[in-house]
């Protein structure tokens, strides 16, 4: 059997208020579970990026802020990634769409899905990232995850704040397949690409 695919999770949301890492932690413990695959977490926060300012897009000139290629070199490794997806007035965060611009080469041939929340489960934020991936030349999976509706209030500190545990059966089916099809494109890609 080949290496499992590496797949990283990148957190979308940089507020200090953020709901993002609950989530992100049962997904963490979910991918754990699994020997088909490893989940790295990658968190915006920890890249402190610029503004997109480069002369071009890395695929047409090398990156010139250390902060930038620093972001490049960390995503580079990766046979895919898992989206953790907050939604902000009906797309995805600033702060991802300017991750997502400030590579190009990293993305290209690779698949991705999403794991979205907030009130309608960031349908719509999922929705516009899709298109973005597809520009970057990335493989949108089918399959997604989304915390949403009366599971939202049940987890977020604003409602219940219970454990995600506590909506798992709701969630965890959406969870499987995705990381499934991830795996499956992650493998075939990761072979496709190396030939």
């Known amino acids: ?13 940089t507020r200090p208020t953020r709901f993002a890492d609950k989530p992100a932690d049962w997904l963490l413990d979910q991918a754990a579970s699994r020997d088909d695959l490893t989940l790295d977490r990658l968190d915006l926060r920890d890249f402190d990026l610029p503004f997109f300012a480069e002369a071009a897009t890395n695929q047409h000139a090398p990156s010139a802020d250390p902060k930038v290629t620093a972001w490049q070199d ?18 995805v965060t600033g702060a ?3 991750a997502l611009d400030q590579a190009y080469v990293e993305w290209v041939r690779k698949p991705f899905a999403a794991f979205g929340y907030g009130g309608t489960g ?11 991936g597809i520009e970057l030349q990335m493989v949108p999976s089918k399959f997604s ?10 987890v977020h500190p604003f409602g219940g704040n219970a454990p995600i545990s506590d909506i798992e059966d ?20 990761r072979s496709a690409r190396s030939a």
């Open 1 to 13: 059997m080949s290496t499992p695919p590496r797949l990283a999770m990148i957190i979308s949301s």
């Open 122 to 132: 960031a349908v719509r934020a999922i929705e516009h990232l899709r298109a973005i």
């Open 145 to 154: 995850a989304h915390i949403g509706g009366s599971e939202m209030l049940k």
């Open 170 to 189: 709701a969630i965890k089916p959406s969870v499987d397949a995705m990381f499934a099809d991830l795996v499956w494109w992650s493998t075939t890609l």
């Open 74 to 91: 960390a995503i580079r490794p990766y046979d895919g990634y898992v989206f953790l997806v907050a939604e902000y007035n009906h797309s």
């Open 96 to 98: 991802l769409k300017n």
